[in-house]
């Protein structure tokens, strides 16, 4: 139980097992069920401010977190229930999500893992921003920079294969982050109605806020890190690429996403079994079986 960071409303979110070959789908309490929505391209509805996915009249905003704490554990299927229309933020980093996986276990199911992989590369630019997908034999790898004109973030790079541990670690912690000049346009806007320093980093001209200061003094690209993860989930499947993003957000990792979607030629499905303990969510390198390509459109 939560609130919104942007609606500043309470929330509560349930994540349950899924059948193999459920995908992530996202359930709004008391709506039909033909309005679940599942994870996909094509249920993106906005990428401004958050990620917020939607199917027919019903939406639910600012999965970004969960949906990179579920990528980044290894966790394929799973019914997602909001009661409100945003995910609760909690402390703004995906930290909450991960105790929570963590807690009640993650079981192996016995269908092949499938998992995307990237056969050529797909580019997105948009002005200065630039996303791409590679091949990479070694599962995921990102490789995120930044460049902000302000003295306290300025140019920082992250890049790593990712694991359950390095996202634990390097990326589960990291917090969302913003600037106290975009306060009252953000207000105004109809956004950040649930900040505070509690589940954001806040800056002023030539500081941190926070009494508690930064959790990494590359937290703002860790942040970005963890944002491109749960974006890249909105392919359906596990990617096994390299995606390389230079002054990104949201919106180029969904545009990214989307045009990788738009190319059958770009990526082919291959299957693996999961090799990993009950309890513990492991990216694991596939044994290429090829299959065809899934229509991601």
């Not at 990712?162 to 912690?173: G, V, Y």
């Not at 990526?267 to 596939?286: S, T």
């Amino acid at each position: 139980m939560g609130r919104g960071i942007h609606s500043g409303a309470p929330a509560k979110v349930t994540i349950s097992p899924a059948d193999a070959d459920t995908g992530v789908v996202f359930i709004r309490p008391g709506q039909e069920a033909a309005s679940q929505i599942a994870v996909s391209p094509r249920a993106v509805r906005n990428t401004d401010f958050a990620t917020v996915l939607g199917h027919g009249e019903v939406e639910v905003a600012t999965v970004e977190h969960l949906l990179a704490a579920l990528s980044g554990l290894g966790v394929d299927n799973a019914i997602v229930e909001v009661d409100g229309g945003e995910v609760p933020i909690f402390d703004g980093s995906a930290q909450a999500f991960v105790e929570a996986i963590d807690g009640a276990g993650v079981e192996t199911q016995a269908a092949p893992r499938r998992y995307l992989k990237i056969v050529k590369p797909v580019r997105v630019d948009d002005g200065r921003a630039q996303g791409e997908l590679l091949p990479y034999d070694g599962g995921l790898r990102v490789e995120i920079e930044i460049d902000f004109d302000h003295a306290l973030i300025g140019r920082q790079r992250y890049a790593a294969t990712l694991s359950p541990e390095t996202f634990r670690r390097d990326l589960a912690p990291a917090r969302t982050f913003g600037f106290m000049v975009d306060v009252a346009r953000l207000w105004s806007a109809g956004y950040a109605r649930g900040a505070s320093l509690d589940n954001t980093i806040c800056l002023s001209d030539d500081r941190v806020l926070n009494p508690t200061g930064l959790r990494f003094p590359d937290e703002f690209v860790r942040h970005k890190a963890l944002d491109a993860v749960g974006d890249l989930a909105l392919a359906g499947l596990p990617i096994l690429g390299r995606y390389r993003s230079f002054c990104g957000g949201h919106k180029l990792n969904a545009a990214v996403v989307a045009a990788l979607a738009a190319d059958p030629s770009a990526a082919a499905v291959v299957e693996a079994p999961r090799r990993r303990q009950r309890g513990h969510a492991e990216l694991g390198v596939p044994v290429a079986v090829p299959a065809y390509r899934a229509d991601l459109s």
